[in-house]
């Protein structure tokens, strides 16, 4: 089964650095639900809603026709705002949805500080896409009205949040009339949401500590053929360092043979650099001559990170010497070469990762 894709978008100026925090570990903890920021171009449209303060009905309305004008594959939406966020009966809300859409909104106006510590905001952002990612497969199970140290509680304290920042956290009342639904929701799914509020909760009480450097570098995926593997390892270990990186049989959604083209499409999302290994697995004949080129599966998945990422985020790594015949349509993708008869395959890797490494970082540091 695919990994459910769901999109976040910024609006606003919240701190990137909780919200790639909250992301990273959202999709470390498990492997039911992917979490991905929205394409660059499609995320400004979102910025004209801005606002220091929003209703939320209106909020998410305004989420829905954006969506909309969008086109494309967005099934799940969750906004990250800065604003103060009301409704017609409370105000200084944390968040709302309208779960039947797919489209929710969190606010960190009034949290920081006041609930939650700034240097754990990651937690409180975790906590909510578990909590709306719950919302979007139950829509129809509501809130109650009394505390219980559940994630239904209605919040009205807001203080009252504090008590469902933990695992377990879904009381035993809640937990039957889930049971007891008709609903899509699978065991491997309830047990991948209550890891993260599991790990919300352990972040808010200090528990663990999520400034590891490796949580905020740079995401990369590396693509390969299955005889192209020792060198995707090989790559993934010289830049362990300066990316974190992710090989197409570690897990990762590529992997998966019944995703869908929307699906991957999404999945790129969560990257934000693909490096894809070009070894001669298959003969070409074109003009009366055989060529050795890259298994169709990679160019494929690099065709999908350039039409996403554009192609100043997707590299190539290919042997020299012409021991590979490149499509003509790649000119201008950023290819690093390795001479595949060194015995020592990390040393004849190293040029090209650096070559990788010097492009990254000046991409990621610099305006896109």
């Not at 909250?22 to 809603?49: G, H, I, K, P, T």
């Not at 009342?173 to 065991?187: G, H, I, V, Y």
């Not at 005889?227 to 995707?232: F, K, R, S, T």
Request: proline share 5%; net charge negative.
């Amino acid at each position: 089964m695919a990994q459910m894709p769901i999109e976040i978008v910024e609006v606003g100026n919240t701190p990137t650095e909780w919200v790639n925090q909250a992301l990273s570990l959202a999709n470390s903890v498990q492997n039911e639900f992917l979490y991905v920021r929205m394409s660059e171009d499609d995320a400004q449209s979102f910025q004209m809603y801005a606002f220091d303060h929003v209703m939320a009905a209106e909020f998410i309305n305004s989420m829905e026709q954006v969506r909309i004008s969008l086109g494309g594959y967005h099934p799940y939406l969750v906004a990250i705002i800065d604003a103060n966020l009301d409704n017609t009966e409370l105000t200084n809300l944390f968040a709302s949805h309208r779960a039947q859409k797919g489209l929710s909104v969190i606010t960190v106006a009034n949290v920081p500080s006041i609930i939650i510590p700034p240097d754990r905001m990651s937690s409180y952002l975790l906590y909510y896409l578990a909590r709306y990612t719950l919302s979007y497969i139950m829509p129809s199970h509501e809130n109650h009205e009394d505390t219980r140290g559940c994630v239904y509680d209605k919040k009205t304290s807001k203080l009252d949040i504090l008590k469902s920042m933990k695992a377990r956290s879904i009381c035993n009342e809640c937990r039957q009339a889930l049971l007891s639904a008709k609903t899509a929701l699978s065991p491997k799914q309830f047990i991948a949401l209550d890891k993260m509020f599991d790990m919300s909760g352990k972040i808010l009480e200090g528990r663990l500590e999520v400034h590891d450097k490796k949580d905020l570098l740079p995401r990369a995926f590396i693509g390969s053929s299955s005889e192209g593997l020792e060198i995707a390892n090989n790559i993934q270990t010289l830049l362990e360092y300066e990316l974190h990186s992710e090989i197409w049989n570690q897990g990762t959604i590529f992997g998966l043979g019944d995703a869908t083209l929307e699906a991957l499409e999404q999945a790129v999302l969560a990257y934000d650099f693909g490096i894809f290994v070009f070894t001669p697995d298959d003969q070409l004949h074109s003009r009366g001559e055989f060529k050795p080129v890259a298994r169709d599966n990679v160019i494929f998945e690099l065709g999908l990170f350039i039409g996403k990422l554009t192609r100043k985020r997707a590299f190539i790594i290919h042997p020299a010497k012409k021991a590979i015949a490149l499509p003509s349509d790649l000119a201008g993708i950023t290819t690093a070469t390795y001479d595949p008869g060194r015995p020592n395959l990390a040393a004849a890797l190293g040029p090209a990762c650096q070559k990788i490494r010097d492009a990254a970082k000046r991409i990621s540091q610099g305006p896109n």
